[in-house]
Structure formats: structure tokens, C-alpha cells
């Protein structure tokens, strides 16, 4: 299973949840997927959805599931200890691990290589690390909304990509559409 | 009442709820007095770029945020100021150090003093400068500001404002 498989599969379980997504072709798979109001595509900044995803998380009370990958975790390690130390029940980091910068050309990281993120996510002070294969993925990521405690997901999965369009739409309008389901109350 | 006592005032009063600081020995009163505010959610960054991820967050989460950093910062941001904060067009108020001004006892200090001005005005962020004792009293317009026109702004305060080392 690819990146774009695990995204496919789990599409129908954050359709319900604010999600931001990671650079790249993440972003852009989820967003030919399945496009919703409620998903940040983040168009640049690598390494940062898990930094913004904690803050909404920590700013108001619905669950907020942070998209993110090995290559962009480790451009910033430092948020592992931030999210450690600043419990969120409502944050899940979803680390889509495929060993390889994906949207670059696929070169390896060292995440496929001696350095296991479940562990270093471990070592930071995150209780609830789970590792799964690609196939779980949607098990386990229901299993941590429902248990409404932080929790860092390790999807393990193949390198690969698949031919995905851009995304064209304009940043504020990304980011006033999110903020519009951040406030939305269901009837 | 304290300088820094004042900043956190102006904070609160404008409503920012959501504060994220990387060290800075300067700074450090201001730090402090974010940490005893029970209003405020401070929450330290390991560096300034993800520090500006989470305040990017807080706002779209419905808090007002702000950093506070040194002026090397502003080397670390420049890819996080233009293509989130800028892009997005999101508010954030930067309470800097301006290290390397009169009265810096460490040279390499100045290597990166003489590059911030030039820096923020490239990237046109609105910068003020707090130079003398009582410049604080344009906080809360600054806030106001900030606030209203939904960019990153730049507060710089100097040694000879903080009264020296
Ligand atoms: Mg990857």
C-alpha cells in the first residue's frame, strides 16, 4: 500500500474531522479525494502541520487530525517534544510513513533507515504512540478518535506516488472556509 | 508597574490568549510574567519557524496569538513569515530582541543586527522599533493594528530600552 491508498482508505473517517494536511502531494491527493471545508491544505512550509494542527487543537475543543510524513517530521523534530509536553486530547499526528520524501522525487529518508519516528516519538514523552501497517491505518485512527486521548499514529507504508493535479485554490480561502467549520455547530 | 508587567497587559487587553516564546536573557521578564498570566496559554517552542506553525493554529482555532523571539529569528522564519503567515494572511505580533544594538556586549550578536531591519523591510512586515524607556506605550496600538490588518508585525526592543545588561 502507497501514501494515496491510505488516503484513500481513511478519506470517509476524516470527513467528519478538522484536518490539516501536509505539504505536497498529501495535500493534494486528499484534496482530489475527497475535498471538504474542514480539511487546511497547507501549500507550503514543510514540516509544520503538526505544529499548526496542535495549535488549533489547543485553541478550541473539536478533534483535529494532523496529516503529516516521516520526511516532514524530521525537518521538525523539535514538535514531537512540544506536543509531548502540551497534552491535547483532541490531536491526533497521523505520520504517513513511507521512508521517502514522496513529493520530492521520492529519495529515502532516514526514517527508512536506522531511525524508527515510533520511537523517537516515544523518547519526546508521547504516551500514546501507535505503530500500524498501511492496511490498519483506518482501524487505528478511529480507534484514537473514539478514545479522545492524544495519540501519534506510525502508518507504515510503500514508497510511490500517484499523478495528482494541484491545488489552485487561494490560500485565504482555504483558511476562512477551515475557520468556518472550526465555529460551525451541527443542528 | 514593570515594562514587562505593561507588554502582558496590552496582550491580555487585546485579547491574545495564546503566547509561544523561544528563550531570549532579555526578554526574560516578559517570558516570566507570560508563564504567571493564568489568561494566557504559553506554550515554549524548541524554534521560532515552529513556533509560528502553532500560532498559526491558535488563530484558526478562534485564539489570538503572539511570539516572542530574538532577532536571529528572523533568519530561522523567512520560508514560515512568507508562505504561511503572509500567504494565509493571518495576524501575528512578534515581540523581538533586537540583540546587537548600543550597549551589546557580544559581537557575533551584531552580525545579525545589522541584517533585521533590512530583512523584515524585504519582506514588508511593519516594524517598530522600542529604543527609549515609555516607547511601550505604543503597544496597544500596535496590537490593534496587527490585529486589524491580519499580518505578522515586528516589535523590536534594544538594550538601551531594556536599560542595558
Ligand atoms: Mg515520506
Redesign the interface.
Known amino acids: 500500500m502507497i501514501r494515496s491508498e491510505i488516503i484513500r482508505d481513511i478519506a470517509p473517517i476524516l470527513r467528519d474531522q478538522l484536518v490539516?494536511c501536509n505539504i505536497g502531494l498529501p495535500s493534494q491527493e486528499l484534496h482530489m479525494i475527497d475535498d471538504q471545508a474542514s480539511t487546511?491544505y497547507?501549500?507550503?512550509?514543510m514540516?509544520?502541520s503538526?505544529?499548526?494542527?496542535?495549535?488549533?487543537?489547543?485553541?478550541?475543543q473539536k478533534t483535529v487530525i494532523s496529516i503529516d510524513g516521516d520526511g516532514s517530521v524530521l525537518t521538525?523534530l523539535?514538535?514531537l517534544?512540544?506536543i509531548a509536553n502540551?497534552v491535547a486530547d483532541n490531536f491526533i499526528l497521523l505520520i504517513i510513513d513511507n521512508g521517502s520524501y514522496g513529493s520530492t522525487g521520492d529519495q529515502p529518508t532516514y526514517a527508512g533507515k536506522k531511525t524508527s519516528l515510533t520511537a523517537v516519538a516515544r523518547a519526546c514523552g508521547c504516551e500514546n504512540v501507535i505503530e500500524c501497517h498501511a492496511e490498519e491505518t483506518g482501524v487505528v485512527l478511529q480507534a484514537a478518535i473514539d478514545s479522545k486521548v492524544m495519540t501519534v499514529i506510525v502508518a507504515k507504508c510503500e514508497s510511490g506516488n500517484i499523478k495528482v493535479p494541484v491545488i489552485t485554490k487561494d490560500?485565504?480561502v482555504?483558511?476562512d472556509r477551515?475557520?468556518n467549520e472550526?465555529?460551525r455547530t451541527d443542528e | 508597574m514593570s515594562v514587562s508587567k505593561k507588554i502582558v497587559n496590552d496582550f491580555v487587553a487585546n485579547g491574545i490568549e495564546f503566547v509561544t516564546t523561544v528563550p531570549c536573557k532579555q526578554l526574560g521578564g516578559v517570558i516570566a510574567a507570560v508563564e504567571k498570566e493564568p489568561s494566557i496559554y504559553h506554550i515554549p517552542s524548541n524554534k521560532e519557524d515552529e513556533g509560528m506553525g502553532l500560532c498559526a493554529g491558535a488563530f484558526m482555532g478562534g485564539k489570538r496569538p503572539a511570539i516572542i523571539m530574538q532577532n536571529t529569528a528572523i533568519g530561522v522564519t523567512v520560508n514560515t513569515l512568507v508562505t504561511l503567515t503572509q500567504f494565509y494572511r493571518m495576524p501575528l505580533p512578534m515581540l523581538i530582541s533586537y540583540r546587537g544594538e548600543l550597549k551589546e556586549p557580544v559581537a557575533c550578536q551584531v552580525e545579525m543586527a545589522v541584517h533585521t531591519k533590512a530583512l523584515l523591510n524585504q519582506l514588508n512586515i511593519p516594524t517598530y522599533h522600542f529604543h527609549q524607556p515609555g516607547d511601550e506605550q505604543e503597544l496597544d496600538a500596535i496590537l490593534k493594528y496587527t490585529f486589524m490588518c491580519n499580518k505578522p508585525v515586528a516589535i523590536l526592543t534594544d538594550a538601551t530600552f531594556w536599560g542595558g545588561y
Open positions: 490539516v487546511f497547507m501549500l507550503g512550509t514540516g509544520l503538526s505544529s499548526i494542527g496542535l495549535g488549533v487543537a489547543l485553541a478550541q521538525n523539535g514538535t517534544p512540544t502540551n490560500p485565504v482555504i483558511r477551515f475557520m472550526v465555529v
